[in-house]
């Protein structure tokens, strides 16, 4: 084994650049090519990579350092044979952008373009004669752009470069579009010199325009010469960027590969630069997300409006429950064919009966609501029509029958509606039932229902009881076929056969999946909690 000190290459400029990025650790194993750390200047940034495969021993530099070209990055333990070959590919790697550069320099550039007169703007020298893609054009036929303005980017594998425009002037015609392969020579776009006169002769250009051109030129590691990555200003979530953004070459190319706008992830590195564990965390984001359903069946989603135009407004973000309900709700709705059938039972007596427990209510610490009782009468009617304690599987051909009967209550929370779910509610007593009704209405109120309690429901009430409203049609909770849906009790003149006597009634909603349950079947249903509700005898039978 021997240890090979890894500096850094040639990148096209004396200056010192910072060092935004270190991409590997001592202890690391690391290949050729991996990459070691990433430079960034004003203008550009750019992957080292590593020239020979190893272990990192020793590492020179860090985060925010200024470093420039033949400066120590780490130590890499190699093999002999390897490191004696790197060593000779590294001299002749460094040798390739000088002479570029001076073979560029040597060679007389266009005499200038002429007040009004149309010129094409070609690729420069990019470091490379193989075509590279062209990921954004930043110009339009019109606009007027001054000498430095970024024309298009391009990327390869490895690196990311702006192509300035040597000289300002409006454009003519644009030549390209995102997409394309270019390399050098090819005709990006023409121009309409802004001014200045045509000299008689051709004069050499500038030692330092010369060396202008030629820095985005920049070889990346001792055995390859790799392009920089140009990287604007600018952040906030494609394939491509929707706009400039702040990231590495190595950044962007995981990004096109996960299908990551970038526009979209909030960098934390230097100048809110993009970094890997950005991403990461960006991705682990969106896929804990509910699932966004905003059009369905060839729907098309509602656009978004300007409502400022029209007054003061204030955009807020929805809380997680409400995103995850809105989801859910939307799914629902435009997966289930919904019928909803409405009753009203005669509750007198059981108000009556209620009332009477109050003594044992106070003794017990327990109050018992009306939806106590109609968990009861529900759980009861599943066992007397088990098609609605079913389930329908995605193929359409099979329902899942279920032997256990499991009550989801709606409970409204300041962070939005949940469902916990009163398991074996028909294996429960009165009290018991109610106790488990508190309980998840105080730890609803704190946050502190835990997922799996809402989990595993055959069928859900919603209990609009306390609140007020004659009658409402709930949205079936999938997989479930029905919901029971509970207006406010109201008192009604009654009928008797001899008189009109004040009874009272609460109404009911039952909406159902009309692929599970039938309007025969549901009629049935409700009569059967109706009448369980007017005498709860009726459960015990």
């Known amino acids: 084994m021997a240890t090979e000190i890894i500096k850094v290459p040639d990148i096209g400029t004396s200056d010192k650049v910072t060092v935004v990025e270190v991409s590997v650790k001592v202890g690391d194993v690391i290949a050729e090519d991996d990459t070691l750390i990433v430079l960034e200047t004003d203008k550009a940034s750019m992957d080292v990579p590593a020239p020979m495969a190893g272990k990192v021993t020793k590492l020179k530099i860090a985060e925010g350092d200024e470093i420039g070209e033949g400066d120590e990055i780490l130590y890499l333990e190699v093999e002999k044979a390897e490191a004696g070959n790197a060593s000779s590919d590294s001299d002749n790697a460094s040798t390739a952008p000088a002479q570029k550069s001076a073979e560029k320099a040597e060679a007389a550039p266009e005499a200038p373009a002429a007040s009004g007169a149309v010129k094409p703007i070609e690729v420069p020298d990019i470091g490379t004669t193989e075509a590279v893609e062209i990921i954004e054009v930043h110009v339009s036929v019109g606009d007027i752009i001054a000498a430095d303005d970024a024309i298009v980017t391009l990327e390869t594998d490895k690196a990311s470069m702006e192509v300035p425009a040597p000289e300002g002037g409006e454009v003519v015609s644009v030549k390209v579009k995102v997409g394309d392969s270019v390399s050098l020579g090819d005709q990006l776009i023409e121009i309409r010199a802004a001014g200045g006169s045509a000299p008689a002769e051709s004069k050499p250009a500038a030692p330092e325009k010369a060396e202008k051109a030629a820095e985005p030129e920049v070889p990346a590691a001792a055995k390859k010469v790799h392009a920089p990555a140009i990287v604007t200003g600018d952040d906030d979530e494609l394939i491509r960027p929707s706009k400039p953004v702040h990231a590495g070459p190595a950044v962007r190319l995981l990004a096109r590969e996960l299908g990551v706008d970038l526009a979209q992830v909030r960098g934390s590195g230097p100048r809110e630069r993009i970094l890997k564990e950005d991403l990461t965390a960006f991705v682990k984001k969106k896929m804990r997300e509910p699932e966004r359903v905003s059009a369905g069946a060839g729907i098309p989603a509602v656009p978004d409006q300007d409502f400022s135009k029209f007054g003061s407004i204030e955009v807020k973000e929805m809380g997680r429950i409400q995103q995850l309900t809105a989801a859910n709700m939307a799914r629902n709705w435009l997966n289930i064919p919904h019928v909803t059938q409405f ?156 008189e009109f006597v004040p009874r009272t009634f609460t109404p009911l909603s039952l909406s159902y999946d009309h692929r599970a349950v039938n309007g025969a079947d549901a009629a049935k249903f409700t009569t059967y909690v109706c009448e369980a509700l007017t005498d709860l005898r009726r459960i015990l039978l």
């Open 343 to 498: 009753d009203e039972a005669d509750v007198t007596d059981l108000e009556s009966f209620r009332n009477s427990l109050k003594p044992q209510m106070e003794k017990r610490g327990v109050k018992i609501s009306p939806l106590a009782f109609l968990v009861k009468a529900c759980a009861a009617a599943l066992h007397e029509f088990p098609n609605f304690n079913v389930s329908l599987m995605a193929d359409g051909k099979h329902i899942v029958q279920k032997h256990y009967v499991n009550i989801g209550i709606a409970v409204d929370t300041p962070n939005g509606l949940i469902v916990p779910v009163i398991k074996d509610a028909d294996k429960k007593s009165i009290w018991q039932i109610a106790e488990e009704i508190i309980d998840f209405a105080q730890r609803g109120r704190k946050g502190q229902i835990k997922s799996n309690e809402m989990q595993g429901g055959c069928f859900t009430i919603s209990s609009l009881g306390g609140l007020g409203g004659t009658a409402f049609t709930p949205i079936v909770n999938a997989p479930e076929v029905a919901i029971l849906g509970v207006s406010k009790n109201q008192v009604k003149p009654f009928w008797t056969g001899k």
